[in-house]
């Protein structure tokens, strides 16, 4: 357990021999006229904090006026004139340097950031000054009796590509600069950006499906038996050992880089989804490589090869990622290629490197294989909830030992990802704060840097801020998390409890606050506690015929409060995917509740929201008392519902609204189509067999144009346990007999999956054999292109899904398509 943050004092390197800051009036800025663009900002920078921090302000010269007392910023030819002056050719493009003595001052680094970035460690280093966010730089009040040691320090950041992923850094790139981020502008007087880029996906730009797919299908991968140039994430991958396609993304990557000659890398990457080819050719290599990196890496090699004969310096970059993260057993990577792993199925709440914690055992195994063979590796690594980025997410204590065991690995290029598509994430600006200087200095602790970050930027409220991340960080330790990078609030240990706590504690803070700026400060930071709330402490109600949103205690107003703080303080984006407008216009209208249907029988009730999709949010078995469904249980706007869902976006973004019509145990749901076309849904409990719930579906298209159809049934059952053993949380489905099919299964994938491609039983089912109970999908196979399950044990939750074929209808056409749910007290046989 780590200890509520400290109330730290701001250090700062200071020496009873050295020099009294106040002691520097009257001394001089020298800034050489063949200094480059940054230089002079630099000196710039150093002129205007000074003044600020400690009340002196120096003039500015080309040429030193007198042989003492000079600041001399830059590495042109006063450099080379000043008595304490030095080179920087060790330095490289980023390093930094600065020499103090009794009468005389040097700071410069390497160009063309350097200069730059040893003034802000200068300003760090010896007065205390804090970049907090980009408008509010902290000065203490001890840097006015400052004391400068006699000293030389050198540094220079391990990792020459380092980019903290925050939209603040894009939109204020001067402060992104003061942070050391460079890789955000090409504003030359802030030292412009590294000249290596992002890896990042890029195969469906160098090989694109538009140009090649109808002429050529065989330079895609085969998947599944056949060549599907339909596949999302960019495309289809390629099938990487056809004996042109390495010719032909090699010509591609040699026209980028001619069109951009002083690049020192480009990127030969994957597509993001993991339909790789399992042709022959790419399946031999595979399996003697023990994976599909193997046949990958062949294929980048065979690039870097080409690629090298015209561009000798460039380096090609390729992810190791999802299913290529593993090291091959033989193939090596060349010299001139780069190699950046992808941390996305790591634990965030613990170091990579904790032993403790099996979730990250198998990438410290991948890191230390990729570290033998290659010389260049980079890190992508995940930083923020892309499921609810304004979630508590306890993963501050982490951040620096990430940090420092990346540099341990000789990593060269760390990008942190976080909410940068978007505004005002859970502590956005702290959280920046602490990954930039971290990158810059892995030997600073991430803990101790946000607890500097709390006292400077929130004063007398930082206390009870301080004790809300101390509760949330030590809450999830205590409970045995894991978290990963899109976890819900149960994943990061949230409790009705602790919410209350939290929320309580923002309270607090806010009546702390000295002034109004304090208090925007901690209204912002605050937006997090609000959304815990939203997430973990509303449930749904039903009544007098609707269903909507309640809250413990007096707290009705919760969710415009929410949605005020929001747009007051600038957020834009609820998750990776969603904008906030659309979560709060959705969350605002279950607060104020929806009109809901319910069918019941002895055996079930069911209730229906018919504007909502016509969504399924309670499923109640009563001989039992379980519930299938926890949506009523939720905000209704996470999982545990039954929705049918569109496969084609421009109808699933319309409006979704259904009429209602009741008649007994049956319920017709209408939804009107664009061009005149109607989906009528049936659900219904039928007396002579009480133990199903029967759900039917007609499309009719009415649009003088044919139009193609699909849809997804889309049910997340509750499965009771959080198990991840299959002999535990067993799924089945129906061929000439019941299988179990979910041994090693991931999500939406396993060894088995392809039992579901064919199987024509038309039953697919989950069954809890510890809490002996269990879920029946009926169907008829004809209906159906192929059944899916997705499965997240974190989330106690189990998918059964049916997929329709897409279906060209024309005028007057109908897709039909039914299926039925049973409850099951003994697993199918």
Not at 230 to 249: F, K
Not at 281 to 296: D, L, Y
Request: contains cysteine.
């Amino acid at each position: 357990m780590h200890a509520v943050i400290g109330l730290i004092s701001m250090m700062f390197v200071a020496s009873a021999d050295g020099i009294a800051v106040g002691d520097l009036r009257g001394w001089t800025i020298v800034v050489a006229s063949d200094a480059i663009p940054s230089e002079r900002y630099a000196a710039e920078q150093f002129q205007s904090l000074l003044e600020q921090a400690a009340g002196v302000k120096l003039a500015i010269a080309a040429e030193a006026p007198k042989p003492l007392q000079n600041i001399t910023i830059g590495c042109g030819k006063a450099m080379t004139a000043s008595p304490v002056g030095f080179g920087v050719d060790d330095l490289g493009e980023e390093g930094v340097r600065i020499r103090i003595a009794k009468d005389n001052i040097a700071i410069a680094g390497g160009r063309p950031r350097g200069t730059l970035y040893a003034v802000y460690e200068f300003l760090e280093r010896y007065l205390g000054v804090r970049f907090l966010t980009f408008d509010h730089t902290a000065i203490p009040p001890g840097a006015k009796t400052a004391r400068l040691p006699c000293e030389t320090h050198t540094h220079t950041s391990p990792f020459s590509f380092r980019w903290s992923y925050y939209r603040e850094n894009a939109e204020q790139p001067a402060f992104a600069a003061k942070l050391r981020v460079n890789t955000v502008t090409r504003d030359a007087s802030l030292g412009g950006v590294t000249r290596q880029s992002l890896i990042n996906h890029s195969l469906y730009r160098q090989l694109p499906v538009s140009k090649y797919g109808k002429t050529h299908p065989e330079y895609f991968a085969l998947w599944h038996g056949k060549r599907d140039l339909t596949v999302g994430g960019g495309g289809p991958e390629l099938c990487v050992t056809h004996p042109d396609v390495a010719g032909i993304v090699a010509q591609s990557v040699i026209d980028e880089l001619d069109k951009d000659p002083g690049r020192l890398n480009v990127s030969v990457s994957q597509n993001d989804n993991d339909a790789y080819c399992h042709c022959d050719r790419c399946e031999a290599i595979n399996k003697a490589e023990v994976t599909p990196m193997g046949s990958h890496l062949a294929f980048v090699n065979a690039v870097a090869e080409r690629v090298e004969k015209k561009h000798p310096k460039v380096k090609i970059g390729t992810l190791a990622y999802w299913y290529t993260r593993r090291c091959p057993k033989t193939i090596k990577p060349r010299d001139n290629v780069q190699i950046q792993l992808c941390s996305i199925e790591c634990c965030t709440l613990h170091a990579i490197d904790d032993p403790n914690c099996a979730r990250n055992r198998t990438f410290c195994r991948d890191m230390r294989n990729w570290r033998g063979v290659c010389k260049d590796i980079w890190v992508w690594n995940y930083n923020t909830n892309f499921r609810m980025y304004d979630l508590p997410l306890p993963n501050l204590r982490s951040i620096g030992a990430n940090v420092r065991f990346f540099r341990d690995s000789n990593v060269k290029g760390l990008f942190m990802q976080a909410n940068g598509n978007g505004r005002s994430g859970e502590f956005s600006d702290l959280r920046n704060y602490v990954i930039s200087r971290c990158m810059w200095n892995p030997e600073l602790d991430s803990w101790a840097l946000a607890g500097e970050f709390c006292r400077l930027h929130y004063g007398k409220a930082a206390r009870p801020i301080m004790e809300h991340l101390t509760l949330i960080h030590d809450n999830a330790e205590r409970k045995g998390c894991h978290p990963g990078c899109f976890p819900g609030p149960e994943q990061v240990g949230l409790t009705p409890e602790i919410c209350q706590k939290s929320l309580g504690l923002f309270g607090e803070a806010l009546a702390l606050a000295d002034d109004d700026v304090i208090r925007s400060r901690v209204e912002k930071a605050s937006i997090c506690a609000y959304r815990a709330m939203i997430e973990v402490c509303g449930q749904l109600k039903y009544v007098d015929g609707r269903v909507r949103l309640s809250f413990p205690g007096e707290r009705d107003g919760l969710v415009n409060h929410y949605a005020e703080l929001c747009k007051r303080h600038g957020m834009t984006m609820a998750s990776e995917q969603t904008p906030i407008g659309k979560y709060l216009e959705r969350i605002q209208r279950i607060a104020e509740g929806y009109p809901a249907c319910r069918l019941e029988n002895e055996i079930w009730r069911v209730t229906v929201l018919p504007e909502d999709n016509a969504k399924i949010v309670e499923m109640i078995h009563k001989p039992t008392g379980r519930s299938l469904f926890a949506g009523m249980r939720s905000t209704g706007t996470g999982p545990g519902t039954h929705e049918e869902w569109w496969e084609h976006e421009d109808i699933h973004d319309k409006a979704t609204a259904f009429a209602a019509k009741q008649d007994g145990q049956r319920l017709t749901l209408t939804r009107q189509l664009p061009e005149g076309s109607t989906m009528v849904r049936q659900i219904r409990l039928d007396a002579a067999d009480p133990n199903r719930v029967f759900f039917e579906t007609t499309i009719t298209h009415h649009g003088d144009k044919p139009k193609t159809y699909g849809i997804k049934v889309h049910p997340e059952f509750d499965a009771g346990t959080k198990s991840d053993k299959s002999e535990v949380m067993t799924a089945y489905v129906k061929r000439d007999r019941w299988m179990k099919f979910n041994d090693e299964w991931d999500k939406h994938q396993g060894p088995k999956a392809d039992l579901l491609k064919d199987a024509k039983g038309g039953g697919l089912a989950f069954f809890n054999h510890e809490a002996r109970f269990g879920m029946l999908v009926s169907y008829d196979p004809g209906q159906y292109a192929e059944p899916r399950l997705w499965w997240h044990p974190e989330r106690a939750q189990v998918n059964l899904e049916l997929m329709t074929p897409s279906v060209e209808l024309k005028q007057g056409e109908a897709l039909k398509y039914a299926y039925q749910f049973s409850y099951l007290s003994e697993a199918p046989k």
